[in-house]
């Protein structure tokens, strides 16, 4: 499969997530937005991964294997970064009793 | 000079050659194409329906079908260890979560207030943008040639994964399990109730 396919799939999903995190105000649903463009970014390290190994792989049986690995740090960070994010989220529903990400903007309740 | 000539010719049998098997490649319409446009358009179709419903829950779920759709996208490209984590972790774990926090709350279509219809427009189109600047950018990249190898290599299943996490990644692999700690006590600490 041509490489730019996966970029130009890559690319709609990430605008696809920005445009979700500029539009919404639930703040969980931005955050599911963020995960959107992390998994694109995902998905496009992977493509880069076999296009390195159908590339160099004659030479090198390992190449690209690299590319696969920070896919699965990035794995790991999102898990970390998500249970902090939701920790927060609901600290704030607490004490707003709401998600609307506009009654953070002076950063106080 | 005759020589060069020879070469020349050589080197131009060999670029029409590379060009017919690209044509080829790109003309026949193997159960490998019809996979990845089948699970193309359903994360697209499904990413979009997770901006635009109106219940969270039906976020989450369609956020779950986008991410079985790149499981797919990793099986095919043969990263078969990457496709069960993206399952296991973000689809398994990660909304699982999501679900929680959601039924915690309680949270109904109606409390979301509507926003200013122009902020939206606005968002939506700041987002196209930067689709339109992404696209025009890379539209005359020289990757014609480049393809990413479907269905065959072996760097994506576990044993060789295994292998370069082990060996070549072991420092960064310890440092995020220091993370996992200190993500799991700042959860403890922002979540108590004080």
């Known amino acids: 499969m041509p490489i730019n396919y996966y970029i130009f799939l890559s690319l709609a999903l990430f605008c696809i997530g920005v445009a979700g995190v500029l539009t919404r105000r639930n703040a969980i649903i931005i955050f599911m937005c963020v995960e959107l463009m992390l998994n694109a970014v995902n998905l496009l390290l992977v493509a880069f991964s076999k296009m390195h190994q159908h590339a160099l792989g004659a030479g090198n049986p390992n190449a690209g294997i690299d590319g696969q690995i920070f896919v699965f740090f990035i794995m790991v960070v999102a898990a970390a970064e998500v249970s902090v994010g939701l920790a927060i989220i609901v600290m704030m529903y607490r004490n707003t009793h709401s998600t609307d990400v506009n009654f953070l903007n002076r950063l106080k309740h | ?194």
Not at chain 2, 94 to 117: R, S, W, Y
Not at chain 2, 134 to 144: P, S, T
Not at chain 2, 174 to 183: C, G, H, K, R
């Open chain 2, 1 to 194: 000079m005759r020589r060069h000539k020879a070469e020349e010719y050589v080197r131009r049998v060999i670029v029409t050659e590379n060009k017919k098997k690209q044509i080829n490649y790109t003309a026949q319409m193997g159960i490998t194409q019809i996979l990845f446009w089948v699970l193309s358009i359903m994360a697209l179709i499904s990413a979009i329906l997770v901006v635009v419903s109106k219940n969270p829950v039906h976020s989450v779920l369609w956020l779950i079908v986008v991410f079985m759709a790149i499981s797919g996208h990793y099986i095919l490209m043969n990263a078969q260890f990457l496709a069960i984590v993206n399952l296991i972790v973000y689809a398994g774990a990660i909304m699982v979560l999501f679900l929680f926090v959601f039924m915690l709350m309680n949270l109904n279509a109606d409390t979301e207030p509507q926003k200013n219809i122009w902020a939206k427009i606005a968002g939506v189109v700041a987002a196209g943008s930067l689709l339109l600047v992404f696209v025009a950018a890379l539209k005359h990249a020289d990757m014609k040639n480049q393809l990413a190898e479907m269905n065959k290599g072996d760097i994506g299943l576990i044993h060789n994964l295994g292998m370069a996490l082990f060996q070549d990644y072991v420092v960064p692999f310890e440092i995020s399990s220091v993370l996992f700690l200190s993500a799991m006590v700042g959860v403890v600490v922002i979540g108590k109730k004080d």
